[in-house]
């Protein structure tokens, strides 16, 4: 959940670190720190709160040719300037860390009778303090020794005064690249953060150390043998991540993802059916042998997967089951033949996520596809199958166009497993490509709305308490949009399907816990009727996001907001559309911090 950035340059990279923390404050915003060695003096600058603090507090006149910098998302320990990172020991060892030391009690009450002194309630002060045990001059041998000790999920980066040409980093399910610039280089927590020094990189694989000294760099695996990575160059550029015209990120977000959905459309599908082998090399042969589908995700990707279990059931006639990867990688599943398991995450990274993807066990699995954001992430690389959403930069905490880019992916997989099962008819099938084509147009149109939804988004301001409701594929379209509502407005949302409502949650409704309901036009639309007129009769008042035809007459105290979304197959991904707006125009009217909402971070890199 942290972020970590790390330099060694002939130049003074101070700016280069600090600028590196802008770029990841979206890992961790509690707190933030620098290290850097210059003249042989170890100097630290910690600050609470974001990065501005730390770069205010920074003296003008500290330069440094070799550092390393972390902002902090709080794990061990209350945000507070004594646990922030980098960590010393000794006044000769610093430390950034990403992750959870979970045997981090046991080593601690060693190093305290060994004589050590701690000033933290973090488990990464622990480390410092053991690489700080076992150096004698070779910072490399004492780090490897320090972390064959550890256990948990981590990334870390040291430096040391009595070393001050080298810095040493690594890996251990917590990610870490490599930027490779001209006689300078550079590691981090992720690519964004040193794209405006370099665009060549090496991904860290699984277990991997690395030590910058001089002008080069080594890669060492898990044993400490030296092995030569391949280089890779990124697409990305240094401004993708900037928010332009917008206020916030996430309001640029929301408006890139008619963008974000061609982008990932493209080369993928025709006027009438998805291309081959879009899903990669072999994913015919695998799609050929699936019998059920296992969607494992968390947060947002989880109310993606519910979407496509719909989609999966009514259309191909599969069984599909989706989970909350925390939930079911400590549970004893039963797999049944041919199961295609398949992973949603944004980054790539999501521990919980990849931690089940690592835990199967089973021959019954014919396969592992992953839909993701992130190249060179830990899914994507330890997967059978992957499709990249290739929704760009993703900078607010609130996910947005990755959710929507997410849910074409997933229809796309359904047209593909059915054409390649012979499920789907031609007809259906080419509707489903006419759909997914129109969606880019579909979505600009909504934006339109915005003014409207700001409008309503008034209504909220004082509000404390609201309910979502929604049926059919719809139901996980309303628990996304109370997500969002909590996520960054800090408003108690929760979601339910709209049957659910007499059996307990009408006992909440009155004038002040406004109803918010997606209404598309389907066969369920009477049914919702009826529950609308449910919240009616006990003094609740409805905000209804209607699809075009549904024919919602407003009565005076109700609040209808028509969306032109007649279609059959891409309907939820309209739907959430408007909910993302209306949430973020909630949220700054409210006077909340919309892009970095408190107590949470982009990336969910520990459990």
């Not at 006044?91 to 601690?108: C, F, L, M, T, W």
Request: charged share 25%.
């Amino acid at each position: 959940m942290c972020g970590i950035v790390g330099a060694l340059a002939h130049r003074d990279v101070s700016s280069i670190l600090l600028e590196g923390l802008y770029r990841l404050e979206y890992r961790g915003y509690d707190s933030a720190g620098i290290a850097l060695i210059d003249d042989n003096k170890l100097a630290r600058f910690r600050a609470l709160g974001k990065v501005r603090e730390l770069e205010n507090k920074m003296s003008a006149d500290q330069p440094g040719h070799i550092g390393i910098a972390h902002t902090r998302w709080a794990t061990h320990g209350e945000p507070s300037e004594n646990n922030a990172h980098p960590h010393f020991s000794s006044d000769r060892i610093a430390v950034v860390h990403n992750g959870i030391i979970e045997n981090y009690k046991g080593i601690r009450e060693r190093l305290l009778q060994n004589g050590y002194e701690f000033s933290s309630e973090t488990d990464s002060e622990v480390v410092a303090h053991l690489i700080d045990s076992y150096f004698d001059g070779d910072l490399f041998a004492a780090v490897k020794q320090a972390v064959d000790e550890l256990e948990g999920a981590f990334a870390l980066g040291i430096i040391a005064i009595d070393d001050p040409r080298t810095l040493v980093a690594c890996r251990r399910g917590n990610p870490l690249v490599v930027g490779i610039g001209i006689k300078e280089n550079f590691v981090a927590s992720d690519v964004s953060a040193l794209l405006p020094v370099t665009n060549r990189f090496v991904y860290l694989e699984e277990g991997d150390y690395v030590v910058l000294s001089g002008n080069d760099y080594q890669v060492y695996d898990a044993a400490g043998v030296a092995r030569e990575p391949e280089e890779k160059t990124s697409e990305q550029t240094a401004d993708a991540a900037s928010k332009g015209e917008y206020r916030h990120y996430m309001q640029k977000e929301i408006h890139e993802q008619g963008q974000a959905v061609s982008e990932c459309l493209e080369g993928r599908i025709s006027d009438t059916a998805v291309l081959d082998n879009v899903f990669g090399f072999g994913a015919a042969e695998i799609f050929e042998r699936v019998e059920n589908i296992q969607i494992v995700a968390c947060g947002t990707s989880y109310f993606a997967g519910m979407v496509a279990r719909y989609w999966i059931e009514s259309l191909l006639d599969l069984p599909c089951q989706v989970e909350v990867a925390s939930e079911f990688r400590y549970r004893k599943s039963v797999v049944q033949n041919n199961t295609l398991f398949v992973t949603l995450s944004q980054s790539g990274e999501t521990a919980d996520t990849l931690s089940a993807l690592r835990s199967l066990t089973s021959d019954r699995y014919c396969g592992k596809l992953c839909i993701c954001n992130v190249p060179e992430s830990s899914l994507v690389r330890e997967s059978d199958l992957v499709m990249m959403t290739r929704a760009g930069p993703e900078i607010g905490v609130a996910s947005t166009k990755a959710f929507t880019t997410q849910l074409v992916a997933m229809l796309l997989l359904v047209a593909s497993l059915g054409r390649i099962q012979q499920r789907l008819d031609d007809k259906t099938t080419q509707a489903i490509a006419g759909e997914l084509n129109s969606l880019p147009r579909l979505i600009e149109q909504l934006m339109q709305l915005e003014a409207r939804i700001e409008t309503i988004a008034e209504d909220f301001v004082d509000k404390q308490h609201a309910l979502f409701l929604g049926r059919g594929e719809h139901y996980p379209i309303a628990m996304e949009g109370a997500l969002k509502l909590k996520e960054i407005s800090y408003i108690h949302a929760e979601a339910y399907p709209a049957g659910e409502l007499k059996h307990g949650p009408l006992a909440l409704v009155d004038a002040e816990m406004p109803v918010v309901v997606v209404a598309p036009n389907d066969d369920l639309l009477e049914k919702l009727h009826s529950n609308m007129q449910e919240v009616k009769a006990r003094g609740g008042k409805l905000y209804v996001f209607a699809h075009r035809g549904a024919h919602l007459e407003a009565d005076s105290e109700d609040v209808v907001i028509e969306m032109d979304c007649d279609t059959d197959y891409i309907t939820p991904i309209l739907s959430i559309v408007p909910l993302q707006l209306f949430s973020y125009h909630v949220a700054v009217l409210r006077g909340t911090d919309v892009d970095q909402p408190r107590n949470l971070a982009k990336s969910v890199t520990v459990e």
